[in-house]
C-alpha cells in the first residue's frame, strides 16, 4: 500500500510538472519581459499578376515575360524572374501586465529591435525535400525597432530570385504544374537590455506560370 501511494504521489507529480511546463513555454521561452506579436503576414508578388498587391495567399509567378520596355517588345520579349517581397506588422506586448490597480505598462526598455528573419517552406502532404519538393530554406537580414506605443510594419524578402532558378520551382516554367507551400518566417531580435526575442508567423505561396498580360 505504502508503495502504491508513492507511485500514484509521483504521478501526480508528474502530471503537474508536464502540466505547468506546457502552459508556461510561451512565458519562460525567452528572459524578456515582453514577447512579439505577428499582427499579419503578407506576400506581393515582384513581377507578373498581382504585381505589388499584398495578400494573405501569394501568387508567386516563376518567370514573366517582359514584352515592353528597354530592348524588350511582342517580337523580342524578355524572359524575366522577380524576387516576391513579404510584409509583416509587429507589435511587442508585456508578459505579466500586473493587476487590475497596478497595471503593468511598457518602458522604453522593452522596445523589441529586429535584425533577421529566417523563411522555411513546408508543404501539407509532408513533402517537404529542399531541392526537391521545397525551395530552399534561406536567412536574411531586415532591421527594424518596434516601439512601445504600436506595431510597425517591416518589409523583407519572402521569394528568393534564385529560388526560381533551382528545382523545383525551374520546373514550373514549362510543366504547368502548381506546387502549393506555407512559408514559415521567423523573426529575430532583441529588446533594448539585450533578451533575445523571436516570432514565427505563416503564409501559404502558390508557385507556378501564370501567364501574362
Known amino acids: ?6 507511485v500514484k504521489g509521483f504521478a501526480a507529480a508528474t502530471l503537474v510538472l508536464f502540466a505547468t511546463t506546457s502552459c ?17 503576414l503578407t506576400g506581393a508578388s515582384g513581377g507578373g ?11 508567386s509567378d516563376v518567370i514573366v515575360v ?3 520596355g528597354g530592348t524588350c517588345s ?38 523589441v529591435t529586429i535584425e533577421r528573419f529566417h523563411v522555411e517552406y513546408t508543404r501539407a502532404d509532408g513533402r517537404n525535400t529542399p531541392g526537391v519538393d521545397v525551395p ?5 537580414a531586415a532591421t527594424a525597432t518596434i516601439p512601445t506605443n504600436g506595431p510597425i510594419t517591416l518589409a523583407f524578402e519572402l521569394v528568393r530570385h534564385t529560388a526560381k532558378e533551382e528545382s523545383p520551382l525551374l520546373q514550373l516554367r514549362s510543366s504547368g504544374q ?4 506555407i512559408a514559415n518566417v ?22 507556378g506560370n501564370f501567364g501574362d498580360t
Not at 1 to 6: A, F, S, V
Not at 24 to 40: C, E, F, Q, T
Open 186 to 207: 521567423t523573426f529575430f531580435g532583441h529588446d533594448l537590455v539585450g533578451n533575445a526575442v523571436s516570432v514565427t508567423g505563416s503564409i501559404q505561396i502558390d508557385f
Open 24 to 40: 508556461g513555454d510561451v512565458a519562460r521561452s525567452s528572459k524578456a519581459p515582453v514577447y512579439l506579436v505577428v499582427n499579419s
Open 49 to 59: 499578376h498581382g504585381v505589388g498587391v499584398f495578400s494573405n495567399t501569394l501568387l
Open 74 to 111: 511582342v517580337t523580342t520579349p524578355c524572359p524575366t524572374v522577380f524576387n516576391d517581397s513579404g510584409q509583416a506588422v509587429l507589435s511587442i506586448a508585456l508578459k505579466d501586465i500586473g493587476t487590475p490597480t497596478n497595471v503593468a505598462v511598457l518602458t522604453t526598455n522593452n522596445e
Open 1 to 6: 500500500m505504502k508503495r502504491m501511494r508513492m
Open 66 to 68: 517582359i514584352t515592353a
Open 136 to 140: 530552399y530554406p534561406f536567412d536574411g
Open 178 to 181: 502548381i506546387i502549393t507551400t
